[in-house]
Nanobody, 110 residues
Framework: VQLVESGGGLVQPGGSLRISCVAS????????MSWYRQAPGKEREWVAK???????YYKNSVKGRFTISRDNAKNTVSLQMNSLKPDDTAVYYC?????WGQGTQVTVSS
Protein backbone atom coordinates (compact mmCIF):
# COMPACT_ATOMS: atom_id res chain seq x y z
CA VAL A 1 0.00 0.00 0.00
CA GLN A 2 1.24 3.46 -0.89
CA LEU A 3 -0.17 6.93 -0.36
CA VAL A 4 1.82 9.70 -2.04
CA GLU A 5 0.95 13.32 -1.36
CA SER A 6 1.94 16.25 -3.54
CA GLY A 7 1.13 19.89 -4.12
CA GLY A 8 2.29 21.50 -0.91
CA GLY A 9 4.24 24.74 -0.83
CA LEU A 10 4.44 28.32 0.35
CA VAL A 11 1.39 30.55 -0.09
CA GLN A 12 0.44 33.99 1.18
CA PRO A 13 -2.43 34.47 3.62
CA GLY A 14 -5.70 34.53 1.70
CA GLY A 15 -4.25 32.41 -1.06
CA SER A 16 -5.19 28.98 -2.35
CA LEU A 17 -3.46 25.65 -2.70
CA ARG A 18 -4.53 22.21 -3.88
CA ILE A 19 -2.88 19.11 -2.49
CA SER A 20 -3.43 15.60 -3.78
CA CYS A 21 -2.79 12.03 -2.74
CA VAL A 22 -2.38 9.13 -5.14
CA ALA A 23 -3.15 5.73 -3.67
CA SER A 24 -2.05 2.29 -4.74
CA UNK A 25 -2.11 -1.24 -3.41
CA UNK A 26 -5.73 -1.39 -2.34
CA UNK A 27 -9.21 -0.97 -3.78
CA UNK A 28 -9.36 2.81 -3.50
CA UNK A 29 -13.02 3.19 -4.40
CA UNK A 30 -14.11 1.18 -1.36
CA UNK A 31 -12.09 3.14 1.20
CA UNK A 32 -13.09 6.25 3.09
CA MET A 33 -10.27 8.77 2.77
CA SER A 34 -9.15 11.52 5.13
CA TRP A 35 -6.74 14.39 5.39
CA TYR A 36 -4.94 15.15 8.64
CA ARG A 37 -2.41 17.81 9.50
CA GLN A 38 0.28 18.37 12.09
CA ALA A 39 1.62 21.79 12.95
CA PRO A 40 5.00 22.25 14.66
CA GLY A 41 4.77 21.35 18.33
CA LYS A 42 1.18 20.16 18.04
CA GLU A 43 -0.55 16.81 17.75
CA ARG A 44 -1.80 15.53 14.43
CA GLU A 45 -5.41 16.55 13.87
CA TRP A 46 -8.15 15.45 11.51
CA VAL A 47 -9.10 17.97 8.81
CA ALA A 48 -11.55 16.41 6.36
CA LYS A 49 -13.04 13.09 5.31
CA UNK A 50 -14.73 11.78 2.23
CA UNK A 51 -16.63 8.52 2.42
CA UNK A 52 -16.54 5.97 -0.38
CA UNK A 53 -20.03 7.14 -1.39
CA UNK A 54 -18.81 10.73 -1.63
CA UNK A 55 -20.24 12.20 1.59
CA UNK A 56 -17.87 14.74 3.12
CA TYR A 57 -17.14 16.07 6.60
CA TYR A 58 -14.86 18.89 7.74
CA LYS A 59 -13.18 20.22 10.84
CA ASN A 60 -15.13 23.31 11.87
CA SER A 61 -12.21 25.67 11.40
CA VAL A 62 -11.82 24.74 7.71
CA LYS A 63 -15.49 24.41 6.82
CA GLY A 64 -16.35 26.70 3.92
CA ARG A 65 -12.68 27.15 2.99
CA PHE A 66 -11.49 23.60 2.23
CA THR A 67 -13.04 21.09 -0.15
CA ILE A 68 -12.16 17.40 -0.21
CA SER A 69 -12.82 15.42 -3.36
CA ARG A 70 -11.95 12.08 -4.88
CA ASP A 71 -11.43 10.64 -8.34
CA ASN A 72 -11.83 6.89 -8.15
CA ALA A 73 -10.70 6.45 -11.74
CA LYS A 74 -7.35 7.99 -10.83
CA ASN A 75 -7.13 6.62 -7.26
CA THR A 76 -6.71 10.18 -6.09
CA VAL A 77 -8.05 12.25 -3.21
CA SER A 78 -7.52 16.00 -3.20
CA LEU A 79 -7.92 18.90 -0.82
CA GLN A 80 -8.63 22.32 -2.29
CA MET A 81 -7.69 24.94 0.29
CA ASN A 82 -8.90 28.53 -0.13
CA SER A 83 -8.63 31.63 2.06
CA LEU A 84 -5.60 30.12 3.74
CA LYS A 85 -4.49 31.42 7.12
CA PRO A 86 -1.15 31.20 8.93
CA ASP A 87 -2.83 28.76 11.35
CA ASP A 88 -3.25 26.35 8.42
CA THR A 89 0.52 25.91 8.28
CA ALA A 90 1.28 22.23 8.83
CA VAL A 91 2.37 19.00 7.26
CA TYR A 92 -0.72 17.52 5.62
CA TYR A 93 -1.16 13.76 5.58
CA CYS A 94 -3.37 11.52 3.52
CA UNK A 95 -5.02 8.65 5.43
CA UNK A 96 -6.83 5.46 4.54
CA UNK A 97 -7.65 3.36 7.61
CA UNK A 98 -4.28 2.32 9.06
CA UNK A 99 -2.31 3.64 6.08
CA TRP A 100 -0.58 7.02 5.98
CA GLY A 101 1.29 9.01 3.39
CA GLN A 102 4.60 10.72 4.04
CA GLY A 103 3.04 14.18 4.21
CA THR A 104 3.33 17.40 2.25
CA GLN A 105 4.31 20.73 3.81
CA VAL A 106 1.91 23.65 3.54
CA THR A 107 3.23 27.00 4.74
CA VAL A 108 1.02 30.08 4.87
CA SER A 109 3.11 33.18 5.34
CA SER A 110 3.68 36.63 3.91
Amino acid sequence: VQLVESGGGLVQPGGSLRISCVASGFTFSTYDMSWYRQAPGKEREWVAKIFSQGITYYKNSVKGRFTISRDNAKNTVSLQMNSLKPDDTAVYYCNARQYWGQGTQVTVSS
